[in-house]
């Protein structure tokens, strides 16, 4: 029977194995290449080396974006870590209403970043007019309002996350520490975070990716806004992260697409990078405690 349901293995991979090749393989390893071209049509491509890697390293607004990029990923990854599991641990406590505020928490995660950014531009707006200002007036209020955007989009998911890992910790494990006369401070540095440890490490990689990535409300929310003319005559948009500044190489100017999509591959390497770094320390961690 086994024998005979193998003859039939590769008919119902083949149709998905080809979607996968076709939509995400195939147009994966032709970026590649593209970013090694001067192109404005991919059927016109002119292969240049490395001139493009060189451009995009001395563009200003790419630096200045990545920059940007991980000074809010840093902050991002942090508040929302330990916010959700602050969250997550209250309402595993027993609480009345808990099952409420978890819907109440995990709702934001539903709305789309697109329409989120525009909601959030007009909250901010409304409190910044009154003093006569605007969340594009200064880069400082475009950060934090990113900040609190997507802290408040996220945190209800990964609070979910948090709440699993706490329910899987054996009650035994808190019993016989209580009965040695163990604290709450103590039940929570000795038994709740090292038990959470793959919970953490999920959320933390989930975040991080997450937090880079960020193109939806970056757009809605400041579109990079507001623009410094540097000396050398380039305007740097103080609040663009790095997937904003690369759509905005790609298609505001059909003569650096070629940079834009080398501006990519770096981008692609950093994010894996930082993200295989991340699993492997939280991972070592697991393993310690």
């Known amino acids: 029977m086994i024998k005979k349901n193998k003859r039939y ?26 970013s090694f071209c001067k192109f404005v049509t991919i059927s016109k491509a002119e292969f240049v080396g490395f001139d493009n890697y060189i451009a995009a390293f001395q563009d200003e607004t790419f630096m200045s974006a990545f920059w940007f990029t991980v000074a809010f990923v840093i902050v991002t990854v942090v508040f929302i870590n330990v916010i959700a599991f ?20 995990f709702m934001p995660n539903l709305i789309g970043g697109i329409v989120l950014g525009y909601i959030w531009q007009l909250i901010f707006n409304g409190v910044l007019l ?7 007036s200064d880069a400082t209020f475009g950060f934090w309002g990113l900040v609190i955007l997507v802290c408040w989009q996220q945190i209800g998911y990964m609070m979910i ?42 959320c933390s990689f989930l975040t991080l990716t997450n937090s880079f990535k960020l193109f939806d409300q970056n757009l809605a929310l400041t579109n990079g806004l507001p623009g410094v003319v540097q000396a050398s005559g380039t305007t740097v948009y103080t609040t663009q992260m790095l997937a904003l500044n690369i759509y905005n190489t790609f298609y505001q100017n059909a003569n650096t697409r070629g940079v834009g999509q080398a501006k990519a591959v770096i981008f692609f390497v950093i994010v894996v990078a930082i993200a295989l770094l991340q699993l492997y320390f939280t991972r070592k961690r697991e393993v310690q405690q």
């Open 130 to 136: 009154t003093y006569g200002k605007t969340i594009v």
């Open 161 to 202: 996350i948090y709440i699993a890992g706490f329910q899987g910790i054996p009650a035994d494990l808190y019993e016989a520490a209580r009965i040695d006369g163990a604290s709450k401070p103590q039940l929570l540095k000795n038994i709740t975070i090292p038990m959470m440890a793959p919970s953490i490490t999920i």
């Open 86 to 105: 602050a969250i997550g641990y209250v309402l595993t406590m027993g609480i009345r209403g808990s099952n409420i505020f978890r819907t109440t928490f």
């Open 9 to 34: 293995f590769l008919i119902f991979v083949l149709p998905t194995l080809a979607a996968f090749i076709m939509a995400f393989v195939w147009p994966f390893f032709q970026g590649i290449y593209l």
